[in-house]
């Protein structure tokens, strides 16, 4: 039998957090201001993050999704909703996912039947007008949002919230057994999961979630822009001049010292360096330029439709300083090295150059990304190199992966939107 909802420590914790968010709210102005002096976005519209929007869709399921990754991944399954009827309202805190939102579903937004918008901050009266405003059937909080206030308000409100292509890594999962637990304690709050696999619906009854459904990964059904491609075969051969190539995504903070070095010790080999946040493009180019390595901004050599703008310039890093073209800097390469997997904070997606067949390689710290790339490493399609002089071994002497083992790998994992669509009628019900 679980405890009741929420229990008396969590009960204090909601006021002391409530009190918290009050005392932070300059910061938090002060932060977004900040930001927006970088990317205006960030403190456009400021009145919606405090639930003050004019509800333009009808009756709609509501998809957060936080971030730009987050929002590619719901982007398959809001394509579902609509072909079922549905309108959508979409959240965002960033600015990169909603403008992800509104490019992938512009004819949407045009005809009255998807509505994007900030997320309210975590104040209750902010919930209690957006969600009296909007009205939402139920709510779908892509991977891993775990937000007090909006839990609460949905309860209050009886708008059933479920987690959507929901993990629960096991670093988290270990350090919420210890201590209060509040985190864990607040995933009871949680009208369901939608979880993706076996292992993460383990975890989640662990802790007392209900209403469990094994859906699988949404990634893998991801549309991949043929433009994208297009571009990428005209311009490879004019850049790698037949050299391996070998591109860098989502690299971050802290790990570029590895892989500038290793960068240094593989002459002969082409990469493309994409940073993960367009605020570090700056200083990777200045990282680059410091280490003597020829390189060019994709910024300063391509257009706007990624066509070289001159005769490729002879160099050995394209620096790529642009948000939203991932799958053209994978077509670029050979096999592709996933970042974040080099820092604590854990690797990122696996599963974009496996879509277009590219073999991977990935750091130690994969905690983020557990599933699929613990299955992926055991397919042998992705390579967990433990150290810097691994990874220069693995690009310097490549393992064999073929193609027939990524696509049955790809085809066993698929399926995701479909499966999410089934389990929600059924989610509801319970």
Not at 77 to 92: P, Y
Request: net charge positive; hydrophobic share 45%; with cysteine.
């Amino acid at each position: 039998m679980q405890p009741p909802f929420p229990s008396l420590t969590l009960r204090f914790a909601l006021i002391a957090y409530g009190l918290l968010m009050w005392l932070l709210l300059p910061v938090i102005l002060i932060y977004l201001w900040r930001r927006g002096r970088k990317d205006p976005d960030y403190s456009a519209d400021l009145a919606a993050r405090f639930g003050r929007q004019d509800a333009r869709v009808n009756n709609p399921v509501w998809v957060h999704a936080v971030s730009l990754g987050e929002m590619r991944s719901a982007t398959p399954l809001i394509r579902a909703l609509l072909d079922q009827g549905e309108d959508v309202l979409t959240t965002h805190f960033t600015p990169a996912g909603r403008r992800e939102a509104q490019r992938a579903f512009a004819a949407e937004i045009a005809a009255g039947r998807v509505q994007v918008t900030w997320v309210p901050l975590e104040y209750g009266f902010a919930y209690r007008r957006f969600l009296t405003r909007f009205a939402p059937k139920y709510g779908l909080v892509m991977e891993i949002e775990i937000w007090p206030r909006m839990i609460m308000a949905c309860r209050k409100h009886g708008v059933p919230l479920f987690m959507c292509n929901a993990q629960y890594p096991a670093k988290s999962f270990a350090k919420d057994q210890r201590g209060l637990g509040l985190r864990a304690a607040l995933t009871r709050g949680f009208a369901g999961g939608f979880v993706k696999s076996e292992g993460q619906r383990t975890r989640f009854a662990a802790v007392g979630m209900p209403n469990l459904h094994v859906t699988g990964e949404l990634r893998f059904d991801q549309p991949i822009p043929q433009a994208q491609l297009d571009a990428g075969a005209a311009a490879r051969a004019k850049l790698t001049k037949g050299r391996p190539s070998f591109t860098l995504t989502s690299v971050v903070a802290g790990e570029d010292p590895v892989y500038i070095s290793m960068i240094r010790q593989t002459p002969g080999v082409f990469f493309t360096y994409v940073p993960r946040a367009p605020e570090r493009f700056d200083a990777v180019a200045d990282m680059l330029r410091d280490a003597g390595l020829r390189y060019a901004r994709r910024s300063e050599l391509l257009s706007a439709d990624l066509a070289l703008t001159d005769t490729a310039p002879k160099i050995d890093v394209l620096l790529g300083d642009s948000m939203g073209e991932m799958y053209f800097y994978l077509s670029l390469c050979d096999r592709a090295i996933v970042g974040g997997g080099f820092v604590p904070k854990g690797a990122h997606n696996v599963i974009e150059p496996l879509a277009l067949k590219k073999p991977v390689i990935v750091g130690p710290h994969i905690w983020t990304i557990e599933y699929p790339a613990t299955e992926a490493i055991a397919a042998g399609v992705c390579q967990l190199v433990q150290n810097a002089a691994e990874l220069a071994e693995a690009v310097s002497a490549p393992s064999a992966v073929t193609d027939a083992q990524i696509t049955a790998f790809y085809d066993d994992h698929a399926g995701g939107v479909a499966r999410t669509m089934a389990a929600i009628p059924k989610a509801l019900r319970a």
